[in-house]
Nanobody
C-alpha cells in the first residue's frame, strides 16, 4: 500500500524559508510524476511543483518560480520542496502527491485523477 507522509511545515515570517519533506513507501513504480500541491482556506487546491521521479523534468506554478525548488533523494525515497522568500500568500496546507506508471513528463496542470496517492498534508503559515 502506497503511503506518503509529509513533514517540515511550520510558521515563519515573510522572507523566511522552510523545507518540506515527503517520505514515500509501498511504491512499485520507478519513474512517475510526484509533486506538491497546496490549499489555502476558502480556496481550491492548486499545484505548486511537479517532477518526474528519477528524471530531470520539473514544473512550477508561476507564483513560486524562482523561490521554490522541488527535488528528491532516491536513496531515502523522499521528495522535498525547498521554499525560500516565503510570502503570506504561500500560506496553506501543503500536500504531497504521487502518480502511477512510467513517464518522462508530467502534465501541468494535471488532469483530475492523475494523482491517486496523497499525503495527509503539512501546514505552512507565513506572517507579514
Amino acid at each position: 500500500q502506497v503511503q506518503l507522509v509529509e513533514s517540515g511545515g511550520g510558521s515563519v515570517q515573510a522572507g523566511g524559508s522552510l523545507r518540506l519533506s515527503c517520505a514515500a513507501s509501498g511504491y512499485t513504480y520507478i519513474r512517475h510524476c510526484m509533486g506538491w500541491f497546496r490549499q489555502a482556506p476558502g480556496k481550491e487546491r492548486e499545484v505548486v511543483a511537479l517532477m518526474v521521479k528519477g528524471g530531470d523534468s520539473t514544473y512550477y506554478a508561476d507564483s513560486v518560480k524562482g523561490r521554490f525548488t522541488i527535488s528528491e533523494d532516491n536513496t531515502k525515497n523522499t521528495l522535498y520542496l525547498q521554499m525560500n522568500s516565503l510570502k503570506p500568500e504561500d500560506t496553506g496546507m501543503y500536500y504531497c502527491a504521487a502518480g502511477r506508471g512510467y513517464t518522462s513528463s508530467c502534465p501541468f496542470p494535471p488532469p483530475p485523477g492523475y494523482y491517486p496517492y496523497w499525503g495527509q498534508g503539512t501546514q505552512v503559515t507565513v506572517s507579514s
